[in-house]
């Protein structure tokens, strides 16, 4: 059959007529169109280009750029932990198991995992993980929580994103289905909920408070879903707070267990920032213990990460998450559409088996125990040398981190400063005043914070957040330029 | 407040009063309840089952598990290339910089990666992928290709399954999305735009003809879809074809590209298989060379992976995409979806950087190559030998492989063979023919393998996909318990 024959029997198809794109910005997923990922978005495309201009020799007003925009510590001197990296490296090349470079303990640990994985590391794994590792973190999880863990509950993932995009495609199966998030929030879990079709029901952490979380504010929101309609099937709770820092008490857990439970909310349990608590009053307490110690019936999936806490292990993309009441047929679908995927990397899974189940020998042990506690106390120094910097400073209050890696100071703008912003532009709308605030501090000191307009606020309000990752004289260099740029925009601005 | 006025606060909520579980199988997206992925489905549970039956000192008809279902050669003999391994340990453990055990040219590739990960590795990526991947990549397509490849247009991935499901979250908006798919295909196309949502336009490959592509049959679907209703925006080829093996013609090829470019659909061209070809009368061309040549303006994304071919690197999920012909507002969505991800993992990447970009040395190169090409060869062999198993033996009809690792033999099974399917129940249906005898396979003989009906067939016909992966004595087994089983099933159901 020649091609012009062919043509003649093709049906009318009006896109062709057109001349349109296959792929057009109209046909692309609208809710991909009208999604949106602040940490990672224009600012840090700006901080890109600020780059390429330093490295073509432009002269610009400071000699680096630092990014607090980013929770990636390996990126801002942080070095990693020494045993997960020599597991990885002898079970990656085997013929490591015999150098004198690499610690006996490391040898045997990759030794048990490459046997859990048939003989040879690299293959696909199980799509649910690794054998042993499940098993290490099920060890973990009942030696944290003091109550049993299954194996079979738990997931390994690439990092909690793609956790959270994995769970957001489970629940969410039409344009009506609520999802319970905290404002300010760590912003995956908006982008995620809108490209699967999801609702996102805001509840407004208190600022007033330390950014606790009021059981009220959860009431209030979730009537006015109701009323609106929704079908609200989920909660997210970030514990210790992205991005505000903040740790819940238990008391307060037990009242979102009960909320959850009379109102049969299955409750998203991100815990990431788990091993690092810096308020000594605060100490962290998983979900998963204080369900368990109400006896509680609520569907409970919890998150953790290699990303976070004291490893920062980020672009190894390793996490897991554990199910909790799930039932049977729900469980079978779950780990059917984790076959879709084929498995979690497996560098990853061998990290997360590092961080739940360390080093034991004495000389390993120490090096493991100091590397992470002088890690976690100069996070917790930086955390309130920053927050104290900040506090100086006209314009801007800060409420301490109790655990976590991030400050969500709020900024109070001059009235010159808001009727700026509105003169720009940003994608064709205008700017948001906090938004206007970053990009200038950006542009004149080279530091990148994240606007807060990108984790949900108070309308009215305005905030950004702030790593304290970056190490040394880029940290003094970070509270330097900050407290220069800030003196000068409120006089500016005046 | 208290909790009981809070509870007399609560609105009604109806799930609350059937006292149903928030994420139960009726609230769970239906999508994915709809979906399925044969490959690890079923059978992979019952050959955990039998496992743990011979582990716990059963004795069964067999001695050993053979998985010829997976496409996951480390499982079952391959050994890792080692330059990547070099590298990656390299990478991940500083100190190996100085070790005697690692090459010169894999401690400088490491270098340079480190480098370009801003002097640490570990850390996030760029959400796009590591710049010095991107751009060895862009060098790899230009020299295959011969027509120029921007670092801009390719996305780094973790393996190509998770680019396949990015692509299909930017491609289906709503449920009317057609997504053009050959007929017996990798099913994890089907069960990605399943849970997207969108709708699956099958056409046949022609087994009668090697399991060559027909236009007729391209336009045979295509107007069926539009006739009813469906906007069928999408291609997806898969070539080297999983799981017939078919390598298609630049002439078949070109008839792809016009189609496509009448009827405005985007070509995704899944070429993970590129590396391995049998049949020197069948070289593989890429669609991007192809449409190139034509000057086509078809948009195309093209896939490659390390998971496949001669590295078989599937636990590290690397792979990239290359976008072709794509607007620059489409681009931006694109880039925003990645970021959401945040990266795909490191490690990965540093494997697709030594796929694209293999040693130099001249003692490595000796290495790669040798390491590369007796692997194809005795995958060649292997694919022959296999397929002359299956021609030998009753009810089984087998076309030979141009490439990849696969072959899809056509079953005709004896009529009191149908009867005893059809008397068998799985997930409360009856069972497929071809299931049934892939299930008694698996249980006299240990050998898995998949059956058709997952990947899509015409009606009637039966088939299964067997890899030819197993190696040395493993793969020899496989000959001899196939040989037996089927001449004594044809015996017992004549």
Redo the contacts between chains.
């Keep these: 059959?020649s091609?012009k024959t062919?043509?003649r029997?093709?049906?009318?198809?009006p896109?062709?007529l057109q001349n349109?794109?296959?792929?057009?910005?109209n046909?692309?997923?609208?809710?991909?169109?009208k999604?949106?990922?602040s940490?990672?978005?224009h600012l840090n495309t700006v901080s890109d280009q600020l780059r390429k201009r330093m490295a073509a020799g432009e002269k610009l007003p400071f000699d680096s750029i630092i990014p607090c925009n980013?929770g990636?510590?390996?990126?801002v001197g942080?070095?990693?932990l020494t045993f997960p990296?020599?597991v990885?490296?002898?079970i990656?090349?085997t013929?490591?198991l015999n150098?004198a470079?690499?610690s006996e303990e490391a040898k045997d640990r990759a030794k048990q995992i490459i046997a859990s994985?048939?003989g040879?590391?690299?293959?696909?794994?199980k799509?649910q993980g690794i054998e042993i590792v499940r098993q290490h973190i099920a060890e973990f999880m009942y030696k944290r929580d003091g109550y049993p863990c299954k194996p079979d509950d738990i997931y390994l993932s690439?990092?909690a994103?793609?956790a959270i995009?994995f769970l957001m495609?489970?629940?969410?199966?039409h344009n009506n289905v609520g999802i319970m998030t905290p404002f300010p929030t760590y912003p995956?879990y908006t982008?995620?909920a809108a490209?699967h079709g999801g609702k996102i029901v805001p509840f407004y952490l208190r600022e007033s408070n330390n950014w606790s979380l009021d059981?009220?504010e959860l009431?209030r929101a979730?009537?006015l879903a109701?009323?609106e309609g929704i079908d609200v099937?989920?909660m997210v709770i970030i514990n210790p707070c992205n991005p505000t820092g903040h740790v819940l008490r238990p008391e307060t857990m037990r009242?979102i267990v009960?909320?959850?439970e009379?109102?049969?909310?299955?409750l998203i349990a991100d815990e990431v920032y788990q091993d690092v608590v810096y308020n000594k009053e605060r100490p962290f307490y998983s979900f998963k213990k204080i369900a368990s110690q109400m006896k509680s019936n609520i569907?409970l999936v919890s998150l953790h990460s290699i990303?976070k806490g004291f490893m920062?292990?980020?672009?190894?993309?390793g996490g897991y998450f554990e199910l909790y009441?799930?039932?049977e047929?729900?469980k079978a679908?779950i780990f059917?559409?984790a076959?879709?995927?084929?498995?979690?990397?497996?560098?990853?899974q061998v990290i997360v088996d590092c961080m739940v189940h360390p080093p034991e020998a004495p000389e390993n042990k120490a090096i493991w125990e100091s590397e992470r506690n002088s890690y976690i106390t100069k996070l917790q120094q930086k955390s309130v040398k920053l927050a104290e910097c900040f506090n100086s400073l006209p314009g801007i209050k800060c409420k301490p981190a109790d655990g976590g890696w991030y400050l969500f100071p709020a900024l109070s703008l001059p009235l010159k400063a808001l009727e700026a912003a509105k003169s720009c532009r940003w994608q064709r709308e205008v700017m948001p005043p906090d938004f206007f605030w970053c990009l200038k501090l950006l542009e004149e000191t080279g530091v990148i914070v994240v606007p807060g307009s990108g984790f949900g606020q108070v309308p009215g309000t305005f905030h950004f957040r702030s790593t304290f990752l970056p190490e040394d004289e880029k940290f003094d260099q970070v509270i330097e330029r900050i407290t220069k740029f800030q003196n000068e925009f409120m006089t500016k601005y005046d």
Excluded: W
């Design positions: 059959m091609l062919i043509s029997l093709f049906a009318y198809s896109r062709y349109a794109r296959a792929l057009n910005i046909t692309v997923n609208k809710e991909v169109v999604s949106s990922y940490i990672r978005g980013i990636n510590p390996l990126a942080k070095d990693p990296r020599d990885v490296s002898c990656e090349n013929k490591l150098s470079d690499i994985t048939g040879r590391f690299g293959g696909y794994t799509s690439d990092g994103s793609s995009s495609t489970l629940l969410i199966q995956v982008s995620e490209v059981i009220e009431v979730y009537n109701i009323k099937r989920c009242t009960d909320f959850c009379q109102n049969n909310i299955l569907q990303s920062g292990e980020c672009g190894h993309r009441h799930f039932p047929d729900v679908q059917k559409m076959t879709f995927g084929l498995c979690p990397n497996a560098v990853g």
